[in-house]
């Protein structure tokens, strides 16, 4: 089994890896990710808010329904001419007064509750479009850095893929399978050397018949890290 070609190939493809993690682990790039996080956020909070206050408001309109009801019943009560009536029914009248009165000032106190939940509501949901807005806006600026980035090395990585393209082309069909499916798995280098007894990467010890069937067969997976060990 010759590995030359597959080592050459992993050589090429190790400079690809590195751009594809300068790419993911770009800072612009994190930062972007936050800010939409942030945005969307904002954007459920808002709808939240706009949702709470409708509902305040629908109950501010029926109590001030109810208020204006409370009102007419009490003017109606002192509508009439008090001197005429008996003293029992004076004191009822007075008595209903006495309640009209007390419940006007419950609904008044429940009124002026609510409008100080709704300026609460309204603030909140003022400083939530406000965040909104400014994580959208860092975005865009964040966006372009990062974009400018991708620009400058999109090209870099579009000839490596060519040369990969190329160099795959001599490795055995086998052998670059096993390469593949271990590279969509993130599992760089693949192909790492037998380090005296140990492997390249993770330096697990290998026992002896271990060593011996790599000898052998000249590959053999790490049970540890997955890669592949050679020896040459
Ligand atoms: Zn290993």
């Not at 030359?4 to 050589?11: A, R």
């Not at 029992?88 to 106190?109: F, G, I, T, W």
């Not at 400083?127 to 600026?141: P, W």
């Given at each position: 089994m010759d590995l030359k070609n597959i080592l050459d190939y992993q050589k090429v493809d190790g400079e690809l890896f590195n751009l594809e993690n300068e790419l993911a682990s770009d800072p612009n790039k994190l930062k972007c990710v936050s800010l939409n996080q942030t945005a969307k956020e904002s954007q459920i909070r808002s709808n939240q808010l706009e949702e709470?206050?409708?509902?305040?408001?629908?109950?501010?309109?029926?109590l001030?329904?109810?208020?204006e009801i409370s009102r007419k019943n009490g003017e109606q009560l002192l509508g009439v001419n008090l001197e005429k009536l008996s003293k029992e029914d004076l004191d009822e009248k007075l008595s209903v007064k006495d309640k009209v009165s007390q419940n006007l000032?419950?609904?008044?106190?429940?009124?002026?509750?609510?409008a100080e939940n709704i300026n609460n509501v309204l603030g909140?949901?003022?400083?939530?479009?406000?965040?909104?807005?400014?994580?959208?806006?860092?975005?865009?600026?964040f966006k372009?850095?990062?974009?400018?980035?991708?620009?400058?090395?999109?090209?870099?990585?579009?000839?490596?893929k060519k040369q990969l393209a190329i160099l795959e082309k001599k490795?055995?069909?086998?052998l670059m399978q096993a390469y593949l499916s271990k590279r969509k798995d993130k599992i760089f280098p693949v192909f790492v050397k037998l380090d005296g007894n140990t492997c390249g990467r993770c330096r697990m010890e290998?026992?002896?018949s271990a060593i011996n069937k790599l000898k052998e067969e000249k590959i053999l997976q790490c049970e540890h890290c997955r890669r592949i060990i050679y020896f040459d």
């Amino acid at each position: 089994m010759d590995l030359k070609n597959i080592l050459d190939y992993q050589k090429v493809d190790g400079e690809l890896f590195n751009l594809e993690n300068e790419l993911a682990s770009d800072p612009n790039k994190l930062k972007c990710v936050s800010l939409n996080q942030t945005a969307k956020e904002s954007q459920i909070r808002s709808n939240q808010l706009e949702e709470q206050a409708g509902i305040i408001l629908r109950e501010m309109s029926e109590l001030n329904k109810n208020i204006e009801i409370s009102r007419k019943n009490g003017e109606q009560l002192l509508g009439v001419n008090l001197e005429k009536l008996s003293k029992e029914d004076l004191d009822e009248k007075l008595s209903v007064k006495d309640k009209v009165s007390q419940n006007l000032a419950l609904l008044d106190k429940r009124l002026t509750k609510l409008a100080e939940n709704i300026n609460n509501v309204l603030g909140e949901f003022n400083k939530t479009i406000k965040k909104y807005n400014v994580a959208k806006e860092e975005y865009q600026k964040f966006k372009a850095s990062y974009d400018k980035k991708v620009d400058e090395i999109q090209p870099k990585m579009d000839d490596l893929k060519k040369q990969l393209a190329i160099l795959e082309k001599k490795v055995e069909t086998k052998l670059m399978q096993a390469y593949l499916s271990k590279r969509k798995d993130k599992i760089f280098p693949v192909f790492v050397k037998l380090d005296g007894n140990t492997c390249g990467r993770c330096r697990m010890e290998l026992s002896a018949s271990a060593i011996n069937k790599l000898k052998e067969e000249k590959i053999l997976q790490c049970e540890h890290c997955r890669r592949i060990i050679y020896f040459d």
